[in-house]
């Protein structure tokens, strides 16, 4: 069974800091994705990785993924206020199947 | 611009009750998706579809059925709703577009609570 695990699960930041969100998986997958939901919302495509060493960035988040590790990066550089929200990170083993999720990383940026 | 409608976005039913949770796409996607979302065990999959009339069980597909008669519409039905049915239930639809994988858009979601 396909698990995904997200860390840390709450992240409390000051503006302008650094952080990086991690998300392990346990199958092996090339495909991995990001999203983000507000509250009250639904979620939101953020990133779309599918290949080992693939990175993509926008804005001041940055996402990579290494299939070897199993694993996945958001990287969050100088937090501003309006980055404040839960992502979710989330893996599918074939094409077009199913995904699981992470449980979620909610990030509060605080000035 | 909305392209996944969920027709209810609050609903109170009571337990026992049949419960109808309709979705509907208009990106003319092969893939429909149900999952459910609570606090501190992000989404987890009920049911989804990759063809009209087809259906698989996700994770968690007891007490829950699925219908999917046309393209765009997929529905989560609760037989007989249980209060541990309370949650928020999101729709998702997804394609692979001339190969290129998009990810899945969701819909507004649905809260429902049995009381």
């Known amino acids: 069974e396909l698990k995904v695990e997200q860390n840390p699960l709450f992240l409390s930041m000051q503006e302008g800091k650094n952080y990086t969100i991690y998300c392990n998986y346990s199958?092996?997958?090339?495909?991995l994705y990001w999203y983000r939901q507000d509250p009250g919302k639904s979620l939101e495509s953020l990133f779309v990785l599918l290949s080992n060493g693939a990175v993509k960035q926008e804005g001041r988040l940055m996402a990579s993924l290494d299939t070897k590790a199993r694993l996945s990066t958001l990287h969050i550089t100088a937090a501003v206020h309006d980055l404040s929200a839960t992502y979710f990170c989330?893996?599918?083993?074939?094409?077009?199947?199913?995904?699981?999720f992470g449980a979620g990383t909610r990030l509060t940026v605080k000035p | 611009d909305v392209k996944v409608t969920q027709s209810s976005r609050y609903l109170v039913k009571r337990t026992g009750e049949k419960v109808f949770l309709e979705c509907v796409q208009d990106m003319d996607h092969e893939n429909m998706f149900w999952y459910r979302q609570d606090p501190g065990l992000g989404l987890r999959l009920i049911y989804f579809?990759?063809?009209?009339?087809?259906?698989e069980k996700g994770d968690i597909p007891e007490g829950y059925s699925v219908s999917r008669e046309k393209k765009e519409r997929f529905s989560l039905i609760l037989e007989s709703a249980s209060t541990n049915q309370t949650s928020m239930y999101l729709c998702a639809s997804s394609s692979l577009d001339r190969g290129i994988d998009y990810g899945y858009t969701f819909g507004s979601g649905t809260r429902l609570t049995v009381v």
């Open positions: 579809s990759y063809d009209v009339k087809m259906k």
């Open positions: 989330a893996v599918d083993e074939y094409v077009g199947n199913d995904m699981r």
């Open positions: 199958t092996t997958s090339d495909r």
